[in-house]
């Protein structure tokens, strides 16, 4: 039945820092040592279960995703809070300096979105993944249930480009200096009429970082990382992360990566969709990823590339979203690559998307084995839902009026508005 198993192991040209990954570094020096490594070698971690030939999927249903002018249709109203610009359009004026490993120049143009990528068509871009703070500002700008009116506004949002901020900040010695733009937001929103009616409860942040990056600890050697999470009225307030604290994160949500495609019309997503659908899939199941050096994890990483096993320095990858966008069933090694972080998109039984295998417990478990155990059908019936969820997982061209599905932000802004008014209704 599978014409061949394969792995496949693609080390991309160029990698990108991740917060946790620096953890083990104590100095600039080491830092550097660490960027050397990590632009040799690369992030991208995952394991990509492809498809067997001669699988009949259904069409996805045109009328279900019909394109209509953007017009709110939830119950909630989100507010914009006009930021004095220090706090985001003007960190983007020294693009070259926003973060120490890349220049983030190239990435910021079209809201973030990054530059087009003609040769795939106009919804495509070379988007970075930690930018998702840009993509979403822009999103919630054009969004059709955005109002003026913040004291009948179930959402204020406060569009503070922490991520980019902190990430140009991260060689900063000096603490009082690195974190003085996040006090300074904390106080000032904190001045603000519309915080004291709610004790900022429905006030809310998103970052394209992790977590790591604004939870700076006595407790590990610095790796550049700011205090903003820790500070107390943040507690108040719900945060939007790409990986969000696995067991102390009580305010904090999970939301995607950004990946590479951004439409504006249910129909640009309904021809991927289908693209995808058909597409023939020849290989049992790919590796994407290199090997690394460092400390503890990576023993594990170093095990899956030989046999083809798991880890990596943060939990969480872009490429689990890049994946899943190419119809593949993603492959995890621990719960929190997704099912702890990112609720809100994925469907509560993993076993209807995803294969989990707990090489934790079985060093001795082959990957391939257990992949070429699973029924036929069940693998049809999990691709199918993987590409199903797709555009819960993309984020719309933001300066789209008329999309008809909905995207990762929408379905952001309505689960925080659930759970916002749970909390804040009168009892
Ligand atoms: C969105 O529209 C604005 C204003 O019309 C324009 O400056 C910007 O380049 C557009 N963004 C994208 C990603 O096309
Ligand atoms: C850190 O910066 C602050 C503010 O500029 C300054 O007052 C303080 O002396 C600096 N601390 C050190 C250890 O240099
Ligand atoms: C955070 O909320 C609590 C009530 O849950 C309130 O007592 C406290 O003052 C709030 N903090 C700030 C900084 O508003
Ligand atoms: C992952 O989650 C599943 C289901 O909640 C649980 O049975 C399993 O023990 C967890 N594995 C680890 C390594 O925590
Ligand atoms: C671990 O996996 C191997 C290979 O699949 C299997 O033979 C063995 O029984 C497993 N051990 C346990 C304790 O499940
Ligand atoms: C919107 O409706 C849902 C039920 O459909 C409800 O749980 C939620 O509280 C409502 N949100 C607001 C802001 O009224």
């Not at 733009?181 to 000032?188: P, Q």
């Not at 994407?288 to 083809?308: E, L, M």
């Amino acid at each position: 039945m599978w014409r061949k198993n394969h792995l496949k192991i693609i080390t991309k040209e160029k990698d990108e820092e991740k917060g946790s990954g620096k953890k083990a570094f104590t100095s600039v020096k080491d830092i550097q040592l660490h960027l050397k490594v990590v632009v040799l070698l690369t992030t991208c971690f995952m394991i990509w279960f492809l498809f067997l030939l001669g699988f009949s999927p259904k069409r996805i249903q045109r009328q279900l995703l019909s394109t209509t002018a953007a017009e709110c249709r939830d119950n909630f109203s989100v507010y914009v809070y006009k930021l004095p610009t220090k706090y985001n359009f003007d960190l983007l004026r020294d693009c070259s300096n926003l973060n120490i490993y890349t220049d983030m120049c190239p990435h910021i143009t079209n809201n973030g979105l990054g530059k087009t990528l003609p040769e795939m068509g106009s919804s495509w871009f070379t988007t970075h993944q930690l930018i998702a703070e840009l993509i979403i500002h822009a999103r919630i700008q054009n969004h059709p249930c955005r109002t003026e009116d913040a004291d009948k506004s179930t959402l204020l949002y406060v569009p503070f480009y922490g991520g980019l901020h902190v990430s140009s900040k991260f060689r900063e010695p000096n603490y009082t200096v690195r974190d003085a733009l996040a006090v300074e937001l904390v106080e000032y929103i904190q001045e603000s009429k519309w915080w004291k009616k709610n004790s900022g409860r429905d006030h809310f942040m998103a970052f394209g970082r992790t977590v790591w990056d604004f939870t700076r600890s006595d407790e590990v050697a610095d790796f550049g990382a700011n205090k903003l999470l820790n500070m107390s009225p943040v507690q108040n307030m719900s945060v939007l992360l790409v990986e969000r604290h696995p067991w102390e994160g009580h305010n904090q949500y999970g939301i995607p990566y950004p990946s590479y495609f951004h439409p504006s019309t249910s129909s640009e997503m309904v021809e991927w969709q289908n693209k995808m659908s058909y597409m023939d899939r020849i290989h049992l199941f790919s590796f994407v990823g290199a090997p690394r050096t460092g400390k503890k994890k990576v023993i594990t990483r170093d095990r899956v590339i030989k046999q083809c096993e798991k880890s990596s320095d943060s939990y969480t990858r872009r490429s689990t979203f890049d994946s899943m966008l190419a119809g593949c069933i993603p492959v995890f090694f621990s719960n929190h690559t997704a099912y702890s972080q990112y609720q809100w998109f994925l469907p509560s039984d993993p076993t209807t998307y995803s294969v989990y295998i707990d090489i934790e417990r079985n060093h001795t478990i082959s990957i391939e084995e257990e992949l070429l155990k699973i029924p036929k059908e069940e693998v049809e019936r999990k691709r199918r839902t993987v590409i199903q969820l797709i555009p819960k997982l993309t984020y719309a061209h933001p300066n789209s009026t008329s999309y008809g599905f909905r995207d990762a932000v929408d379905i952001a802004l309505k689960a925080l508005s659930d759970h916002v008014s749970s909390f804040l209704k009168p009892s």
